[in-house]
């Protein structure tokens, strides 16, 4: 059973920093690309950032880049995201996310129960 626990969300003051973590279990971690996917209240899904099986290749959405840092340890079956100069926009419930191709929403079939980042003073 595959099974995907991110954890690390909370409430942090705008231009702050956070780091979040998902734990995965039932399946070959290094086998298959990650993401994070995050949803706004009131919005929809947005992807925020995919990494390779081996990191070789990461991704971001625009609006991340030299703000996120998505990374993996395939020795511990973990993702991890590291959210720096957070927004309020950034405001949202975040999503570790199983998938088959880098920045791509195809082959995307397990998601998490997500973690609730707020950003606000």
């Known amino acids: 059973e595959v099974q995907l626990v991110e954890s690390g969300g909370g409430l942090v003051q705008p231009g702050g920093s956070l780091r979040l973590f998902c734990a995965a279990s039932?399946?070959?971690?290094?086998?298959?690309?990650m993401n994070w996917v995050r949803q706004a209240p009131g919005k929809g899904l947005e992807w925020v950032s995919g990494?390779?099986?081996?990191?070789?290749?990461?991704y971001y959405a625009e609006s991340m880049k030299g703000r996120f840092t998505i990374s993996r340890d395939n020795a511990n079956d973990t993702l991890s995201l590291q959210m720096n100069s957070l927004k309020s926009e950034d405001t949202a419930v975040y999503y570790c996310?199983?998938?088959?191709?880098?920045?791509?929403?195809?082959?995307?079939?397990?998601w998490g129960n997500g973690t609730q980042v707020t950003v606000s003073s």
């Open positions: 996310v199983k998938g088959k191709y880098v920045s791509s929403w195809y082959g995307m079939d397990y």
């Open positions: 990494i390779r099986w081996d990191g070789g290749r990461i």
């Open positions: 039932g399946f070959t971690f290094d086998d298959y690309v």
